[in-house]
C-alpha cells in the first residue's frame, strides 16, 4: 500500500472531551511522526514512534499520547481536549532519516 | 531564536516569473535540507531536497544550501498558477526526530 492515509477527516469534540486520530502509513516505513498545525502555521512536531516505541517528543503536555501498530497504523489519543487543540492533526512516515517523509492529507480537529 | 526562520509572505508574483523562496536555520547540525509544498487544506507534499551544501536541480526548481551562511532557498522557474501553495522549508539532522523542523511556511500566488 502506498501513501499515508487519516482518519477521520474533519472532526468535533466537545472541550474536556477525549479524540483518537488515526493514521496508516505507507508499508515499510518504520518511523511515524505527528505534528499539530495551527491556521497560518507550520507544522509542530508532537512525537515520533519508531518500531512500535516512543523515540522523541516535542513541546506537547502528557494528555498527547500515541500509539504505533506493527501493521504500520499508529494513533495520536488526546485527552481533556482544550479550545486551542483546535488545528490540522497530520500523520507523517518515513523510512529513515534523510528520506524525508510522506504526509497523510490531516485530520481537521474543531474543539467547541 | 526560533530554530528556523521563514519570511510568510503571502509573495504574489506573475505567472512565468522566477520565484525565491528562502530560509535561514540555526543549527549547525542540520544535514538534510527538505522543501515541502502544501496546497490549501491538503498535507505538505516532499518536493524535493538536498543533502549538505550544494546545489540540486529538477525540472522548473532548483533547490540550494549554504551550510556557511545558514541559508536555505527554493528557485521556481517559469512559475504555473498551479505552483500557488504554501511553501515549507524542513532542515533535518543526523539521529532523527530532535532535528525535524518546518518553517512557518511562505505562501505563493502566482497570478495569471
Known amino acids: 500500500e502506498t501513501g499515508v492515509t487519516q482518519s477521520p477527516t474533519h472532526l468535533i469534540k466537545t472541550r474536556g472531551q477525549q479524540v483518537t486520530l488515526r493514521c496508516s502509513s505507507q508499508?515499510?516505513?518504520?518511523?511515524v511522526s505527528w505534528y499539530q498545525q495551527a491556521l497560518g502555521q507550520g507544522p509542530q512536531f508532537i512525537f515520533q514512534y519508531y518500531r512500535e516505541e516512543e523515540n522523541g517528543r516535542g513541546n506537547f503536555p502528557p494528555r498527547f499520547s500515541g500509539l504505533q501498530f506493527p501493521n504500520y497504523s499508529s494513533e495520536l489519543n488526546v485527552n481533556a481536549l482544550e479550545l486551542d487543540d483546535s488545528a490540522l492533526y497530520l500523520c507523517?512516515?518515513?523510512?529513515?532519516?534523510?528520506?524525508?517523509?510522506?504526509f497523510g492529507s490531516g485530520t481537521r480537529l474543531t474543539v467547541v | 531564536q526560533k530554530e528556523v526562520e521563514q519570511d510568510p509572505g503571502p509573495l504574489s508574483v506573475p505567472e512565468g516569473a522566477i520565484v525565491s523562496l528562502n530560509c535561514t536555520y540555526s543549527n549547525s547540525a542540520f544535514q538534510y535540507f527538505m522543501w515541502y509544498r502544501q496546497y490549501s487544506r491538503k498535507g505538505p507534499e516532499l518536493l524535493m531536497y538536498?543533502?549538505?551544501?550544494g546545489n540540486k536541480e529538477d525540472g522548473r526548481f532548483t533547490a540550494q544550501v549554504d551550510k556557511s551562511s545558514k541559508y536555505i532557498s527554493l528557485f521556481i522557474r517559469d512559475s504555473q498558477p498551479s505552483d500557488s501553495a504554501t511553501y515549507l522549508c524542513s532542515p533535518e539532522g543526523p539521529g532523527g526526530y530532535q532535528k525535524v523542523t518546518f518553517g512557518i511556511g511562505t505562501k505563493l500566488q502566482v497570478i495569471p
Open positions: 538536498t543533502y549538505s551544501s
Open positions: 507523517a512516515s518515513s523510512f529513515r532519516v534523510g528520506d524525508g517523509y510522506t
Open positions: 508499508s515499510g516505513h518504520n518511523t
